[in-house]
C-alpha cells in the first residue's frame, strides 16, 4: 500500500507565481522522518529537506517553505516566486523507525517565462 | 569525496542476458539500497541493505538480486532480464539511523529489448 500520496502529477505556472505541491503520508510509528527531493531534467536526486514527526515547526529556506501538519498528515511544500531553475520533479518521502525510504509518485513542477 | 558512483550510465540489453549494476559509495554509510524509478510511479524499493553481510528484499525484489560483501559496494545483478525490467535504477546510501536523508548516485538508464 502507498504511503506516500503525491495526488498532483504535474503543475504549470508562469514565473514568479507561488506553487505549491501537496503531500499526504500514511504511518503507524510515532517516530518517522518526513523527506524532499528534486529531480531537475538532468536526472540526479537532491535532497531539500528533512522533518522529524516531533518537530511541526514550518521552515523556510530561500524561496521554498515547508508546512508540516500532523493533524492532517500532510507535509506540503511552496515555492515562492517561482523560476525556471525550480522546473523539476520533486519527490516526497517518508522514512519510519525501520529505515525504509518510501516515495510518493512525484510532482512535475513546470515553469514557463 | 565522490560520493555514491553508479555504472554504467545506460545500459541496452537483451531479453535473457544477465548483467550487474555496479554501486561504490565512500562516505563509510551502513545503510545502502537500490530503487528503480518508472514513470508515474516514484521510486520504489527493490533491495536493500544495513551493513555488510546483511540484505533484504524491498518492494519490488523479483528478477535482482544483490549483495554486500563490503562497505563500500552493493551491486545489483540482473539474472534474466526482461522488458519489464526497462528502467531508471538508484542507488542510495546513509547513515543507518532514520533521521538521515539518504545520498544518490546519477542513476543508470536500462532498457532491455
Known amino acids: 500500500a502507498q504511503k506516500v500520496t503525491q495526488a498532483q502529477t504535474e503543475i504549470s505556472v508562469v514565473e514568479k507565481e507561488d506553487v505549491t505541491l501537496d503531500c499526504v503520508y500514511e504511518t503507524r510509528d510515532t517516530t518517522y522522518y518526513l523527506f524532499w527531493y528534486k529531480q531537475p531534467p538532468s536526472g540526479e536526486l537532491v535532497f531539500l529537506i528533512r522533518r522529524n514527526s516531533f518537530d511541526e515547526q514550518n521552515e523556510i529556506s530561500g524561496r521554498y517553505s515547508w508546512n508540516f501538519q500532523k493533524s492532517t498528515s500532510s507535509f506540503n511544500f511552496t515555492i515562492t516566486a517561482s523560476q525556471v531553475v525550480d522546473s523539476a520533479v520533486y519527490f516526497c518521502a517518508l522514512k519510519e523507525s525501520w529505515g525504509k525510504l518510501q516515495f510518493g509518485a512525484g510532482t512535475q513542477v513546470v515553469v514557463t517565462p | 569525496n565522490a560520493g555514491v558512483t553508479q555504472t554504467p550510465k545506460f545500459q541496452v540489453l537483451k531479453t535473457g542476458q544477465s548483467m550487474t549494476l555496479q554501486c561504490a559509495q565512500d562516505?563509510?554509510?551502513?545503510?545502502m539500497s537500490w530503487y528503480r524509478q518508472d514513470p508515474g510511479m516514484g521510486l520504489r524499493l527493490i533491495h536493500y541493505?544495513?551493513?555488510?553481510?546483511?540484505?533484504d528484499q524491498g518492494e519490488v525484489p523479483n528478477g535482482y538480486n544483490v549483495s554486500r560483501s563490503t562497505t563500500e559496494d552493493f551491486p545489483l545483478r540482473l539474472l534474466s532480464a526482461a522488458p519489464s525490467q526497462t528502467s531508471v535504477y538508484f542507488c542510495?546510501?546513509?547513515?543507518?539511523?532514520?533521521?538521515?536523508?539518504?545520498?544518490f548516485g546519477q542513476g543508470t538508464r536500462l532498457t532491455v529489448v
Open positions: 542510495a546510501s546513509s547513515y543507518s539511523g532514520s533521521h538521515t536523508e539518504a545520498f
Open positions: 562516505m563509510n554509510h551502513e545503510y
Open positions: 541493505s544495513v551493513g555488510a553481510g546483511i540484505t
